[in-house]
């Protein structure tokens, strides 16, 4: 497993933007699949965005699909999340995920490794 360190999160209004990033540390950073999930408070922990390790596969949730992207750079062991055109649903707590194994992206159960969260509140 791999350490994972997010930041980036605030408050902003709605139709803002802000810059998501997570940076691993423990051991290789190599072949492992990176992802973004969001907690809302009542909610289940769900689905953002993940990339897979060459960076060339990325896969996003309905909501987010045309206002997220998600990215990495493996030579600074580190995967962003930017954040377009935010709206108020937006508004979670923001847990970088990372496994090296990962055959189904979009569940939760399928990674090892996750971040503290950070907060990402947008204000209508």
């Known amino acids: 497993q791999v350490q994972l360190v997010e930041s980036g999160g605030g408050l902003v209004q709605a139709g803002g933007s802000l810059r998501l990033s997570c940076v691993a540390s423990?051991?290789?950073?190599?072949?492992?699949?990176m992802a973004w999930f969001r907690q809302a408070p009542g909610k289940e922990r769900g689905f953002v965005a993940a990339?897979?390790?060459?960076?060339?596969?990325?896969f996003y949730a309905d909501s987010v699909q045309g206002r997220f992207t998600i990215s990495r750079d493996n030579a600074k062991n580190t995967v962003y999340l930017q954040m377009n055109s935010l709206k108020p649903e937006d508004t979670a707590v923001y847990y970088c995920?990372?496994?090296?194994?990962?055959?189904?992206?979009?569940?939760?159960?399928?990674?090892?490794?996750w971040g503290q969260g950070t907060q990402v509140t947008v204000s209508s």
């Open positions: 423990g051991r290789t950073f190599s072949g492992y699949t």
């Open positions: 995920a990372a496994d090296p194994i990962v055959m189904r992206y979009s569940s939760r159960y399928e990674y090892r490794s």
């Open positions: 990339i897979r390790w060459s960076g060339g596969s990325t």
